[in-house]
T-cell receptor, first 110, second 114 residues
Framework: GQQLNQSPQSMFIQEGEDVSMNCTSS?????WLWYKQDPGEGPVLLIA?????ELTSNGRLTAQFGITRKDSFLNISASIPSDVGIYFC??????????FGAGTRLTVKP | DVKVTQSSRYLVKRTGEKVFLECVQD?????MFWYRQDPGLGLRLIYF???????EKGDIPEGYSVSREKKERFSLILESASTNQTSMYLC?????????????FGSGTQLSVL
């Protein structure tokens, strides 16, 4: 099946800094999604992207669907302590299951 | 809000035991999924179901089975638990399948097999 490469694996940042993470694939996708998992909880959907080149924001979060349909990035601006968690990218192709990246573990130091 | 409830947050079982993980969703969703989450591997799909009494294998079905007797409930069964099945198990549901489906996850069950 399609493999998603998510980077970085982990990030340690200071409160107030901006964060950027990305996901790449050798295959194209029709949909890219970004989920966040708080400690001790299940993942929650942050942003869904449906069109190549699409740029979507949700508060301090911005995500883009790469023009080649093989990548996506997520930016978090002005990080705060509650941004701590694991961020997963997920890609989906028509007729196929959703594929998840390995996750980026974010730690924010106050 | 959609609520996906997993019956146990933590379970400790012995090798060879039969283990049942239960999941219930309250939003009349058609589709339900079981994933396992391991560090560095992300979420891997074990089984899914698009209808009552229907099941499909995911990427890693070996050693697992599922049951969906009612629309709201999807059970994961480990017929004979092994230590390599120690993991976090996540149940999810979605309203419809296909491109763009949005998954709603439960809080997870951390299973330890000794």
């Amino acid at each position: 099946g399609q493999q998603l490469n998510q980077s970085p694996q982990s990030m340690f940042i200071q409160e107030g800094e901006d964060v950027s993470m990305n996901c790449t694939s050798s295959s194209i996708f029709n949909t890219w999604l970004w989920y966040k998992q708080d400690p001790g909880e299940g993942p929650v959907l942050l942003i869904a992207l449906y069109k190549a080149g699409e740029l979507t924001s949700n508060g301090r979060l911005t995500a883009q669907f790469g023009i080649t349909r093989k990548d996506s990035f997520l930016n978090i601006s002005a990080s705060i302590p509650s941004d701590v968690g694991i961020y997963f990218c997920a890609g989906q192709l028509i007729g196929n299951d959703m594929r998840f990246g390995a996750g980026t573990r974010l730690t924010v130091k106050p | 809000d959609v609520k996906v409830t997993q019956s146990s947050r933590y379970l400790v079982k012995r090798t060879g035991e039969k283990v049942f993980l239960e999941c219930v969703q309250d939003m009349d969703h058609e589709n339900m999924f079981w994933y396992r989450q391991d560090p560095g591997l992300g979420l891997r799909l074990i089984y899914f179901s698009y209808d009552v009494k229907m099941k499909e294998k995911g990427d890693i079905p070996e050693g697992y089975s599922v049951s969906r007797e009612k629309k709201e409930r999807f059970s994961l069964i480990l017929e004979s638990a092994s230590t390599n099945q120690t993991s976090m198990y996540l149940c999810a549901s979605s309203l419809f399948g296909g491109v763009g489906e949005k998954l709603f996850f439960g809080s997870g069950t951390q299973l330890s097999v000794l």
